[in-house]
């Protein structure tokens, strides 16, 4: 019988002999991961059900990233109560100033394997889709289940096979790639489904760029985004993981609900354009658009990818007079990383912003949210209407060079422009 | 287990597609921790006049793809402690609708009733039998897979766990 990798992976951590998609199955957890919003409700509610130890402590990790340096006594108390709960339960707790946005520390640090059942409290836990997991959001209740048995329940997903083929174009980054896929399947296309990647423009993909691809896979409504892992997911792990593994891809003939094509070679950068994901535009129809703050990083695009090329911008260049500039390395490697290659100094200079790791003002949360009237573009996941403070702002999804280019022309350009004209 | 009844209240309509949870509870709120005061931000960024009619049993009817984008169990947790029986919709972001089921707040699919609900209809909803009257007018609704019907009448996974735990 010809399976689908998603159905594969969860046929290895299910009792049910078999499975099709519409059947609900408990599904066994390798790793289960919260944060300082989603941890304190599990941990209460874990305690309800009557279960006082997780089922496994090598297999749970706590991430204090979202209100994080804490905004208000409230916020301190939520990763007050992660750090003492993670202490007393014995699970990995990266605090403050250790680790870093959760997806890009459990990545980083070698958490997860393809292959892998990934449960978090973090609706964007599907980026680890980029190493070949099916990692998939849950709600604080669900993750107190998985901290308490190991498992959650489940309803077997179909898949929509996305293939990628050519080569991508200058200045485009997963993130465009990601967009693509949302604009041709909506909002609620993926509903229920799971989104598998693949084609060879999918396998010239870096991680750092197939995460920024999983990343959104939730925006197109899917429970992951996947992968199959191969050896550009080898390499990255090396090094990183003692863990074994084996590459898995769908069968030939396994039955995928939907097909969909994305060809690189004709695509170019996208924006999605306020308030929603899946109000995508092209570059070119989003140019002279005033903006008042750019904001690079978060779980999807603060990587040293991302960075880099918004130094490019950057380097010799200042952000304009209108507008304000925040970066956001994921991690604390990832900052470390950046000031070793001069790249920090170049953002200072430019008279950027360098925030620590943090969830911050990509959900509002706090370290530079937007005033009512203002326009942003945000290499972040998603622009709802008031995603990132005022209700009355607009937020724009872009890759990292469309998003520097903006900070410093204080409007939307093609960052080629900016690269042409003199330096200021 | 809870005795299986119908459901009934009166409707709150959000007449439109795609609501996203960042409307229904913005980030900068996520940080209280008691649904008795979650409650008062529910709506926040959508239309917060909607807390007005969240007098007594209240069923919220929605349209397509409702609940998409985070996690948050704020939302399902305010809308329980707002008195809210029911969220009848026309489609169900996936985490938002599996939130709901663990609480045990019933969530149910039915296209052609959340079309004809103006706001206040008197809803009665019986998962039972798959249907969902809108002030008297009978409408097929989605089945509910058993799974999830009896979690959402045990009272959500927090009970479901409970028994298991109990059964060893």
Redesign the interface.
Known sequence: MSRTLAEKILLAHTEAEEIQP?D?VMIRCDLVMAND??G??AFR?ME????PRVFDPSKVLMVAD??MPA??A??A??QRILKTWSKDQGVAFYDQGRGGIEHAVMVEDGWVVPGDVVAG???HTCTHGALGAFAT??????V??CL??GEF?Q?VPATIRVEFTGSKQPFVSGKDLILAVIAELG??GG??HVLEFVGDGAEALTIDERLAVSNLA??A?S?TGIFPADEVTREYLEGRTDRTWTPERSDPGAPFAREVRIDLDALGPLIAMPH?P?NVASLDDAIGIPIDQAYIGNCSNGTMTDLRQAAQLFEGRTVHERCRAIIVPATAKIYREALAEGLIDTFVEAGAVVSTPTCGAC????MG?LAAGEKAIATTN?N????MGS?EAEVHLANSWVAAAAAVAGEIVDPQDVLDAVPA | MTAARAIEGSAIVIDQDDVDTDVLYPGSFLNIPDPDQKKNHLFEGLDPSLRDQLVGDTVLVVGENFGMGSSREHVPQAMKAAGIQCVLGKSFARIFERNCVNLGLMIITAPEAAKAARPGAQIRVDAHAGTVDVDGVSFEARPLPPFMLDMIEAGGLVPWAQRRVAAG
Do not use: Q
């Open positions: 519409g609900i919003i989603s304190s409700v509610e309800r059900m009557g279960v979202h209100f905004k208000d409230k916020s108390e939520l409290g973090d609706s959001g849950l709600g604080s209740t669900d107190a289940a308490a048995f329940w309803s909002v609620g509903t229920n939730v925006e409504g429970e929603s899946g959900f509002g949360g706090g949210v998603r709802f209407k008031g995603r209700p």
